[in-house]
């Protein structure tokens, strides 16, 4: 394919951001956001999908990136949570390959975002390098020998269920003592909440660190402590060059420097070689990953 146009989608649990890029170029057009409506479920989220693309221009390909766990096979959804009910076994290549006629190429978000940091991000240039999102929970994907690395059933790459704390806090997996319960920045923010007494997000939480607060900044390290620990068991399982990470938070200057002594200190001096990086395109990295997915389709 040569100077086709792709329509790029990424489905979240709250938005759906979408847009088109011409191939060969890098900047997405005309890109859009649109409520999910999580809650009307799967059929209802594919409708709205199709109705979304259908304002774009005409394009040649579409790229999905999507929450839930995807089974590369067939681009159907292998497994999703209830955020999004009955979207576990959605056929999303086979219904927007019949509503448009166009071949389709389907990630998971995390899978997508980490195809786009290598190729259009912090992770080009690189063959072996780890991603790693921190939000709500801890979603992560893996790049070795420059290929995305999915497993054996496409979900390789679920770091935030590394069991950190045998028998620690209850996950939403179902599992106790999972890395995001400790590393993410809900159980970041959970913990400034206890201190504070009232719900405070993360861009409030550096502002009290900075007017020198005092608890505030025991806390904030004590958690570079938990990143640190989850990092270090990645990069010894691994062996990577870089890890990437992403999320709105680790744009927070403070952070960085801090996470890359605190690894540092956990491993041999055989791997204080690998770098930290703090993710380069933002929201966009599902749509590019997504683009880069469909323009490499065979």
């Known amino acids: ?38 809650q009307l479920g799967g059929t209802a989220l594919i409708a709205n999908v199709q109705a979304l693309l259908r304002t774009l221009p005409p394009f040649d390909r579409i790229g999905v990136s999507t929450c839930g766990q995807v089974n590369r096979a067939d681009g159907s959804i292998r ?33 997508a975002a980490a195809l786009g940091e290598a190729h259009f991000g912090a992770g080009r240039g690189c063959q072996n390098f780890l991603c790693l999102t921190y939000g709500t929970g801890i979603g992560g994907a893996a790049i070795i020998n420059g290929a995305l690395y999915t497993g054996c059933h496409g979900a390789a790459g679920e770091f935030g269920h590394i069991i950190t704390h045998a028998g620690g806090r209850a996950c939403t997996c179902g599992g106790a003592g999972c890395y995001e319960a400790y590393a993410s920045t809900s159980a970041l923010t959970r913990g400034a909440e206890a201190i504070t007494g009232r719900p405070i997000d993360g861009r409030e939480l550096f502002q009290l660190l900075k007017k020198g607060d005092a608890k505030i900044a025991a806390l904030i390290d004590s958690w570079v402590e938990e990143i640190s620990t989850g990092l270090a068991g990645l990069v010894y399982s691994f062996d990577p060059e870089r890890i990437v990470l992403g999320g709105g938070i ?10 890359q002594k605190a690894l540092s200190s956990r491993l041999m001096p055989s791997y204080h070689g690998v770098m930290l990086t703090t993710a380069q395109l933002g929201n966009t990295a599902g749509l590019m990953g997504a683009y880069w997915a469909a323009a490499h389709l065979a």
């Open 1 to 38: 394919m040569s100077g086709g146009i792709i329509a790029v989608v990424d489905i979240g649990g709250t938005n759906i951001k979408y847009g088109f890029l011409p191939e060969g170029t890098s900047a997405i057009q005309s890109m859009r956001e649109a409520p999910t409506n999580a």
């Open 250 to 259: 680790m744009r927070e200057p403070y952070l960085l420097p801090r996470l």
């Open 79 to 111: 497994y999703a949570t209830d955020n999004v009910p009955g979207y576990t076994g959605t056929p999303v290549r086979a219904l927007l390959g019949e509503a448009f006629g166009v071949p389709v190429a389907v990630e998971n978000d995390v899978n």
